[in-house]
């Protein structure tokens, strides 16, 4: 059996880790993606990072996420993370659907489990959380793409995909990126992303009136959930999946001597929801300098069912049961991704071990 874990690292990142290994403090930012059921694969290392690698961190570790990724984080700055993850998994893994759902049966079904995740009184703890900064990102949509009456958002979506296959820049035609940020920043050094510039940027500090409405925007996939309307504090509109524009990233993280640590689906990175057919559309090297990607490796992947990890197909592909009995199972392989993370930088093994990202 191979390594069940990749670790690929940019350069300044892997120069550091060859030297000193992985510490735990040395990360300053971690990064979650969009990729919907594509993140039951990282349950195990969510596990590990929240049971043993993060538990006793006292210094700020900034997260941000869309979509899937900031699902999961909203538990990591929790009282319980490890409570709330549990409520997130096992919520998600027992949703079912009528046979043919339409967006508002979706977005009824998703709100029930963001609410369950992020209780009323862990909405404060979230905000309040000193060590754990969540952040998210999720678009604020324009013209067509803004619109519930899905032939004409699928019009608004193919003209936003046109305009990306000539530059990503004109993204910001169709959808504003909304980074949601956590109150801490307003008397403290902010990260890197929160200055990102490569797209028009709003910024809107996260509070308890519009906490779980920004998460729910942050995963709400065009064409297939309702849009959130209207969040508390952020410009009026309809705001959709933060993964249109950063689906895997392509910013600047951190800046400074620091690490970032992506727990990811894959070893490669595509930045926008629009550019998962662009094979020449990949980050830039030097927003990809200091960042640690965590994936599982194809050894790992060829041993779970069907040899794939989870994808929003299954819930077409299998009945509820099938996709149930898969879900867990690949849950339960997880765990390995965790304690071989955990082996790797407690034995300082990760120092052999890192690529090249």
């Known amino acids: ?41 990282l349950s195990g290392l969510d596990k590990a990072l929240l049971g043993e690698y993060f538990r ?57 489990l963001v609410e369950n995740i992020v209780s009323p009184e862990s909405v404060g703890q979230i905000l309040n959380n000193p060590v754990f900064r969540f952040n998210l990102i999720a678009v604020r949509s324009h013209g067509l793409a803004a619109s519930e009456r899905k032939s004409l958002q699928m019009v608004g979506l193919g003209f936003a995909a046109t305009g990306n296959l000539i530059n990503r820049k004109h993204l910001s035609s169709f959808f504003t990126r909304t980074l949601f940020y956590h109150p801490t920043y307003e008397t403290s050094e902010k990260p890197a992303f929160y200055h990102a510039s490569d797209l028009p940027t709003e910024r809107v500090r996260l509070t308890e009136a519009n906490l779980v409405d920004a998460i729910m925007a942050s995963g709400s996939i065009p064409a297939v ?41 894959y070893s490669k990175m595509i930045p926008g929801w629009f550019d998962k057919a662009l094979k020449h559309r990949r980050p830039l090297p030097q927003n990809t300098d200091n960042v640690v990607l965590v994936s599982p490796s194809q050894a790992f992947v060829d041993q779970l069912p069907y040899r794939k990890i989870p994808d929003r197909n299954d819930f077409a592909r299998f009945t509820y049961d ?24 407690s034995s300082n093994k990760v120092r052999e071990v890192v690529k090249p990202l």
């Open 1 to 41: 059996m191979g390594s069940q874990i990749s670790i690929r690292a940019g350069a300044q990142a892997l120069d550091f880790i060859r030297a000193n290994g992985l510490p735990q403090e040395s990360i300053k930012v971690m990064v979650g993606a969009s990729g919907g059921p594509k993140w039951f694969v």
């Open 225 to 265: 959930m309702q849009g959130v309307k209207n969040i508390s504090g952020a410009p009026a509109g309809c705001y959709r999946d933060g993964g249109i524009t950063d689906y895997h990233f392509d910013m600047r993280f951190h800046q400074g001597d620091g690490l970032v640590l992506y727990p990811h689906f």
């Open 322 to 345: 099938e996709r149930v009995r898969y879900w867990k199972r690949v849950v339960d392989e997880t765990r390995r991704l965790g304690d071989e993370f955990l082996e790797l930088v």
């Open 56 to 112: 006793n961190r006292t210094s700020p570790l900034d997260l941000i996420g869309t979509s899937a990724g900031s699902w999961r984080f909203s538990c990591y700055g929790q009282d319980d993370p490890l409570a709330a993850h549990e409520r997130f998994e096992q919520g998600y893994l027992h949703t079912d659907y009528s046979e043919k759902p339409d967006p508002a049966e979706i977005s009824h079904k998703a709100r029930k």
